[in-house]
């Protein structure tokens, strides 16, 4: 997810079209917001809702959740991971359904992150494109093919 985010943020920041979207800046804050959601979950942490001046601070935020996100699973053992948890969001979950959502592990609610940051990022994608803006290829197995190369956030200093 990580060498993913990167890659369509550099190329976000490629274009000045893109930097100034509207469209693009609400894509990418849904994809943030949601990761740090999950991950306040995980840690039974309440949601915030931050708000930023431009595009470069969201993805500053966005970036800085790898962090905070690793050392969180890194601390957590099998058992946690295949434990319940606990929505605290469940009775809007159970508004929009008209039921209650059944029960997840905090594995199932993991695995939901990296499928909702993927689709999220395919809209970006499709948005860059639309700016004239060269979109990524982003998939997972390109990601193995070039044989997991880590995140490059190295462009952050210079934007």
Known sequence: ?????????????????????QKLRELFYH?????????????????EYPTFADAKSLMNWGQSYYADASSEIEAMNDEQIAGILQIPWAEIV????????????IAE???????HSQYH?????????????EPPRVDYIIWLWLGQPPADWSFISAA
């Open 109 to 115: 609610t993991m695995l939901q992150v990296a499928l």
């Open 94 to 105: 159970e508004r929009e359904l008209g039921r209650k959502p059944e029960q997840l592990t």
């Open 121 to 133: 990022r395919g809209q970006i994608n499709a948005r860059l494109r639309a700016l004239d803006g």
């Open 1 to 21: 997810m990580q060498w993913a985010d990167a890659l369509v943020w550099r190329a976000v920041l490629d274009s000045e079209a893109a930097q100034s979207d």
């Open 31 to 47: 994809l943030h917001l949601v990761q740090r959601a999950w991950l306040g979950a995980w840690r039974g942490q309440p949601r």
